[in-house]
């Protein structure tokens, strides 16, 4: 089993940044993707971004491309989200998960691990 523990949400104003981290424990040699999603209140648990964590390929939702920047470092067993220029819309928990299969790494079902989530709001 895999272990997620997510940090670094916190509140910014609209047009700021933020840093997500996500360190994994366990079992981490089975996980061949890693994504973010995030959930807003009232809606569904909705993919964000993936990479996989061997190659570093990397994927991303449409509402984030071009702000949002995922990565890892492979020795620290630790994935990151850059999120730049928020929107208020941005405003959700978010979650880090990880995939030992990765063929549909945008779907929740996918994924066999989650963290607790972290809370990021986006003020206007």
């Known amino acids: 089993q895999v272990q997620l523990v997510e940090s670094g949400g916190g509140l910014v104003q609209a047009g700021g940044s933020l840093r997500l981290s996500c360190a994994a424990s366990?079992?981490?040699?089975?996980?061949?993707?890693m994504g973010w999603f995030r959930q807003a209140p009232g809606k569904e648990r909705e993919f964000v971004a993936a990479?996989?964590?061997?190659?570093?390929?990397?994927y991303y939702a449409d509402s984030v491309k071009g702000r949002f920047t995922i990565s890892k470092d492979n020795a620290k067993n630790t994935v990151y989200l850059q999120m730049n220029s928020l929107k208020p819309e941005d405003t959700a928990v978010y979650y880090c998960?990880?995939?030992?299969?990765?063929?549909?790494?945008?779907?929740?079902?996918?994924?066999?691990?989650w963290g607790q989530g972290t809370q990021v709001t986006v003020s206007s």
């Open positions: 998960a990880a995939d030992k299969s990765g063929t549909y790494y945008w779907m929740v079902w996918d994924y066999d691990a």
């Open positions: 366990g079992r981490t040699f089975s996980t061949v993707v």
């Open positions: 990479i996989t964590w061997s190659a570093g390929v990397t």
